[in-house]
């Protein structure tokens, strides 16, 4: 069995304070000392110091150099001067107090140096690498800090920290691997959470306890959580299981009893975006982790001891069966005043995730404005005359019930480039969809078009989807047939271009009644009137087979020479009569000329 917190704790309680290394002296009067270190928290620590002279209008401890923002400042407390470390750290904040009775007071606000993590938003993207290389990278870029990170499975194609604090992104990403992140003391360690370790302290009641409140919550108790994400390149959903955890010798309730409480068999986490196998077992079993550190939670006080420590086991004995046995300490508070050390002890963990009660976001638009939430519905207004010429297009946003023209909204479309692109507007009356960027109101993007009972498509859709088609406000009209494999392209006077699979053949038809046919037979040019071929150079006519030349009235031909070769016999016919003349000299000529 673990020691006692009350073992070694004999003679009077002592604190030394030491502000960049110095040991503050004994005519400082200290009035308290409050010590906090949390998992996933930054540890923190406050002093409350007489301070302030009233008649002399003066603060000869603020006005120092010894309190000043900065400095940094090691807290130990111990018995009879055995003394160990409560908090090693710099101060961030320095106050003063007046209260009503005339007190002043000097208040000193301390934080580890992981606070620094906390305050700038950055943007990074970490290429080939696992969790575990990411998070030391976070915490050693940090001056001062002494990084301590268990290795995680899965190493990621690409992970992108967008415009949020280094702590916050290290919170999220080490419980999506199941792990917590304890500062103390310049250090900051992730890892897996103690479960099963020896504790090391025990406190009883009737000896050395003095409060307690403890709860054992079985809404959060699962027999089985799944992740289930999308894979990509097979187009189906993947899961993963992680069976329930639990703390070693925690009282009489075993975490299967608990999950039935509710009957839930399964409980799921689900992502849309592509996780690996590794990545989402991980995930499934921080949500179990966190379902076991949150079946018993409660606060206990003990009399003060620095062996009481975030991430380790205590055992709680004499209070029935139902709550003894081990408990996950989770916050460490020691405070100090009026020479007595109480150290208060915090056991289990909240359930949420860190995302669901911290902004690890900022504000919608920026905090420019307030934000607009989720896509929105508007109107066309007007689709030219942008005042700033960036192309926009006006819209009206019939919920706003606006009294003015309405807002220029930028359009996006699949393909947009300089002086190229698919350019598509949409016309004056129609329903949009109207996205924001940053959710800021004042820079909304039109996402799409919607049709309606109001505005139908022009043509109603079949189970087999098998009609897509493009109609233009003209009626000008692309049309593809998944079915038969056709293309139709048709103007609203009647021209028409077709290419179809069906039926092998490559159709143009006018309005005119003129058209050209290719299919298996070959090309066919087809006229109510007059087919014309006109070339500024050579027109040549050349089949592999005969050229036949037919015609119900005259056939002409005319030009400068003209030359009739035949490779075997030439035949000139007339059934009726036939000339061969010229102006100039004639030429008869064979090896036999056979006349009548």
């Known amino acids: 069995m673990a020691d006692s917190p009350a073992t070694h704790s004999d003679g009077v309680v002592t604190c030394t304070i030491k ?16 010590v906090c270190k949390r998992v996933n928290h930054i540890a923190r620590a406050e002093l409350v110091i007489q301070d302030g002279d009233m008649p002399q209008n003066r603060f000869p401890l603020s ?69 575990s290389d990411i998070l030391s990278r976070l915490i050693n870029r940090c001056a001062g800090l002494s990084a301590r990170v268990d290795t995680t499975h899965t190493q990621h194609d690409e992970l992108v920290q967008f415009n949020c604090s280094d702590w916050d992104f290290l919170l999220t990403r080490a419980e ?16 897996a959470p103690c479960l099963s370790a020896s504790p090391v302290l025990t406190v009883t009641y009737g000896d050395d306890l003095i409060s307690l409140t403890a709860d054992i919550d079985a809404r959060h108790q699962f027999t089985s959580v799944t992740g289930v994400g999308w894979d990509i390149k097979n187009q189906q959903p993947l899961q993963e299981k992680a069976a329930a955890q639990s703390v070693s010798r925690q009282g009489n309730l075993s975490a299967d009893e608990l999950a039935r409480v509710l009957g839930l068999t399964e409980y799921r986490l689900q992502s849309a975006t592509p996780l690996a196998n590794s990545a989402l077992r991980d995930w499934a079993r921080g949500q179990q982790v966190k379902s076991a550190l949150s079946r018993l939670r409660g606060t206990l006080t003990c009399q003060g001891c620095a062996r009481a420590r ?33 150290t208060h002890i915090d056991f289990g963990m909240p359930p949420a995730w860190s995302a669901e009660h911290r902004d690890l976001t900022p504000p919608p638009a920026a905090g420019l404005l307030p934000g607009v939430d989720g896509l929105q519905i508007g109107i066309v207004k007007k689709l030219d005359g942008d005042p700033e010429q960036q192309h926009r297009i006006q819209v009206s946003v019939p919920v706003m019930q606006a009294e003015n023209d309405g807002i220029w909204a930028r359009l996006a479309s699949y393909y947009a480039s300089t002086g190229i692109g698919a350019q598509f507007m949409p016309e004056v009356g129609d329903e949009v969809v109207l996205g924001y960027f940053n959710n800021n109101p004042s820079d909304p993007v039109i996402l799409g ?132 003349s010229a102006s100039g000299q004639t030429v008869v000529k064979g090896g036999i000329v056979m006349i009548n």
Not at 19 to 34: K, Y
Request: proline share 3%; charged share 20%.
């Open 310 to 342: 975030i991430n380790t086991l205590i055992e709680l004995a004499g209070v029935g069966a139902r709550f003894n046995g081990h408990l996950y300490v989770s916050g460490v508070r020691h405070h100090i005043q009026d020479g007595q050390w109480l």
């Open 63 to 131: 006005s120092g150099d010894l309190f000043k923002p900065g400095n940094s400042l090691t807290i130990a407390a111990g018995y009879a001067s055995q003394e160990q470390l409560l908090f090693d750290g710099i101060i961030i904040r320095h106050g003063i107090s007046i209260s009503g009775a005339g007190h002043s007071r000097l208040v000193i606000e301390c934080r580890d140096k992981a606070i620094a993590m906390t305050v700038a938003r950055r943007n990074d993207n970490y290429l080939k690498q696992k969790d």
């Open 449 to 580: 078009s919607l049709y309606s009972s109001k505005n139908p498509p022009p043509i109603t859709p079949d189970a087999k989807n098998t009609i897509k088609t493009l109609v233009t406000r003209s009626q000008l009209t692309l049309q593809f047939n998944e079915e038969d494999k056709v293309i139709t392209i048709t103007t609203p006077g009647g021209n028409q271009a077709v290419l179809s699979d069906k039926d092998k053949t490559v159709t143009l038809l006018d309005q005119n009644g003129n058209s050209v046919t290719l299919d298996s037979s070959g090309i066919t040019l087809d006229s109510p009137k007059n087919i014309t071929l006109n070339a500024k150079g050579k027109i040549e006519l050349t089949a592999a087979s005969a050229i036949n030349i037919s015609a119900k009235a005259n056939v002409t031909a005319e030009g400068m020479n003209v030359s009739l070769s035949a490779k075997t016999g030439l035949t000139a016919k007339g059934n009726a009569t036939a000339e061969l």
């Open 19 to 34: 502000s960049n290394g110095a040991e503050i002296g004994n005519d400082i009067q200290l009035l308290s000392i409050h």
């Open 176 to 191: 999506a691997n199941g792990l917590v992140v304890c500062n103390d003391d310049g250090a900051v360690a992730v890892a």
